[in-house]
C-alpha cells in the first residue's frame, strides 16, 4: 500500500510539475483553481472510498478468504451506476451558471475537469474494494496505469499538439479512463472466487446502512480537513494580482510534496487501524510507527526547502518562480504538520473518534479563515498564518487521542477490579 500511494502522490506531484513547465503563469493559475476543485469534488470520492475500506475489511475478517462478497459486488455496481448518472446531471446543472457568468470562457476546461472528477469519483470506488480487501499489489497496479496515461497523455496533447489548458484536462480525464477499465477487471477477478456472504445477524446493519454511517461523519471531516490546503489558494486568487497568484500556487504545489509523500502512510495505517479495531486490539502502536514513518519521510524534504530554496523552486519550476524561496521552508512546514495532522485523522476514524475529528477539523477551518482574512498583508504573512492554523490543529488532534487512551484503559482497569 505505501507503494500505490507512493506512486499515485509521485505522479500527481510529477504531472503539476510538467505542467507549471508548459503553463504560463496566469493558465496555471486558472489550472490550480480547476485542479483545486476537481480535488475538492474528489473529497466525496476519496472518503466513500475510505468507508468502504472500513466495510471490506469487516467482512475480510468475517471471511477466510479476501474476496468480495456478493452483496459487496452488488453494492459496487449500484454505486457506480448512481455515480456515473448522478455526476454527469450535476455537472451539466453547475455548467449552465458558469457559461452565462463567464460568458463560455475556460468552459471546455471545465467540463474535462468535471468529467475528470466524475470518473475519478468511480476509479476510487473500485479501489476501496481492492484495498479493503487487502489486495494492496492490485491497487498499485491501477495508480501505475493511471499516473503513466496520464503523464504520456498530457506530452501528447499538451506539449506536441500544443492545446495548453484544454490539453491539459484532457490528460487527467483519460488517464483516469484507462485505470478505471483496468480495475474494473481485477475487481472481477476479486470476486469472481467469493461465495455468497454469510448472512447478516439480527442486530446488524445492511451494508448500505452501514455504509452510509461510516461516510457520512467521514465526508464532513475529510471535507475540512481538504479544505485546509485549497482554501489559501482560493483567498490568495481573490487578493492578490493574477501572476502572484500563480506563484503562489507553484509555492504551494512545492510544499504540497511532503504531505503527499505521506498519504502511503495514512493509508496503511487505516486499514491496519480498522482490522486492530475490529480485532478489539490496541491500536496505539501502529500510530506510533506510523508517525515516525510520516516524520522521516517529510524532515528531509523540509530540510532541503530551509537549506535551498531558491535553487529548488528554479531546478524543479523555474527560474520565473524563485521570487518566493523565502516563503518556501514555511510553506514545507505548514504541510509538514498538516501531514501529522492526516495520519491522526486516519487513526480516529479507523478507531471510533470521528466526532473528535470533525470537531477539530471545523474549528481550524475557521481559524484558518479568520487569520486569512486578518492577515494578508504579503504572500510571507499568509504562510505564515497557514502554519499556525496547522499547529493549533496538531494539537487539538494530539490531546483528544491522548484523552481518549487514557480514558479506554481507565475503563479497563475498572473492569478488571473483582466486585
Known amino acids: 500500500m505505501l507503494f500505490a500511494m507512493g506512486l499515485l ?27 483545486g476543485a476537481v480535488i475538492l469534488l474528489a473529497v466525496p ?30 453494492l459496487r455496481r449500484n454505486l457506480l451506476a448512481f455515480v456515473l448518472a448522478g455526476g454527469t446531471v450535476l455537472l451539466f446543472l453547475v455548467t449552465l451558471p458558469l457559461f452565462t457568468v463567464t460568458r463560455g470562457a475556460n468552459l471546455s476546461s471545465f467540463l474535462l475537469a468535471g ?52 490539453g491539459t484536462m484532457a490528460a487527467l ?35 448500505v446502512r452501514r455504509l452510509l454511517g461510516y ?6 471531516v475529510y471535507s475540512g480537513h481538504t479544505a485546509l490546503y485549497w482554501l489559501d489558494l482560493l483567498a490568495v486568487q481573490r487578493l492578490f494580482p493574477g501572476e502572484v497568484a500563480g506563484q503562489y500556487a507553484v509555492l504551494s504545489f512545492a510544499g504540497r ?6 498519504l502511503g502512510i495514512t493509508e496503511t495505517l487505516f486499514t491496519f487501524a480498522n482490522k486492530a479495531h475490529w480485532q478489539q486490539q490496541a491500536g496505539e502502536p501502529l500510530l ?13 524534504i523540509l530540510l532541503l526547502y530551509a537549506a ?61 479563515l479568520t487569520l486569512l482574512l486578518a492577515f494578508h498583508d504579503t504572500i510571507q504573512t499568509v504562510v505564515l498564518c497557514l502554519c499556525a492554523t496547522a499547529a493549533f490543529y496538531l494539537a487539538v488532534l494530539s490531546a483528544l487521542i491522548a484523552w481518549n487512551s487514557i480514558r479506554v484503559r481507565m475503563t479497563a482497569a475498572l473492569e478488571a477490579v473483582p466486585e
Open 173 to 207: 480525464l483519460l488517464g483516469a479512463l484507462l485505470a478505471n477499465v483496468v480495475s474494473a477487471k481485477m475487481i472481477e477477478r476479486c470476486a469472481a472466487g467469493a461465495s455468497e456472504g454469510r448472512p447478516a445477524s439480527s442486530g446488524q446493519k445492511s451494508p
Open 115 to 166: 468529467f475528470a472528477a466524475i470518473i475519478t469519483f468511480t476509479l476510487y470506488l473500485d479501489r476501496g474494494f481492492l484495498q479493503g480487501g487487502l489486495r494492496f499489489s492490485w491497487v498499485a497496479i491501477t495508480v501505475l496505469v493511471e499516473m503513466v496515461a496520464r503523464i504520456g497523455f498530457l506530452l501528447l496533447l499538451a506539449l506536441a499538439l500544443n492545446v495548453g489548458l484544454v
Open 9 to 35: 502522490n509521485a505522479g500527481n506531484y510529477g504531472f503539476t510539475v510538467l505542467v507549471a513547465r508548459l503553463l504560463p503563469p496566469e493558465e496555471f493559475a486558472t489550472y490550480a483553481i480547476l485542479y
Open 45 to 74: 470520492a476519496n472518503v466513500l472510498r475510505l468507508a468502504i475500506v472500513r466495510l471490506a475489511t469487516e467482512n475480510a475478517g468475517r471471511s477466510d478468504e479476501n474476496t468480495i462478497s456478493a452483496e459487496l459486488t452488488a
Open 288 to 300: 506510533t510507527r506510523a508517525l515516525l514513518l510520516t516524520a522521516a519521510v517529510g524532515l528531509p
Open 215 to 220: 461516510t457520512s461523519i467521514m465526508m464532513a
Open 308 to 368: 535551498a530554496p531558491g535553487p529548488v523552486l528554479e531546478c524543479v519550476f523555474g527560474s520565473s518562480y524563485a521570487g518566493l524561496a523565502s516563503s518556501l521552508w514555511i510553506m514545507g512546514l505548514f504541510m509538514f504538520l498538516l501531514s501529522l495532522a492526516g495520519v491522526l485523522i486516519a487513526y480516529m476514524l479507523a478507531c471510533g473518534m470521528a466526532r473528535g475529528a470533525l470537531a477539530s477539523a471545523a474549528a481550524t477551518v475557521a481559524l484558518e
Open 257 to 262: 510534496i511532503i504531505l503527499f509523500a505521506s
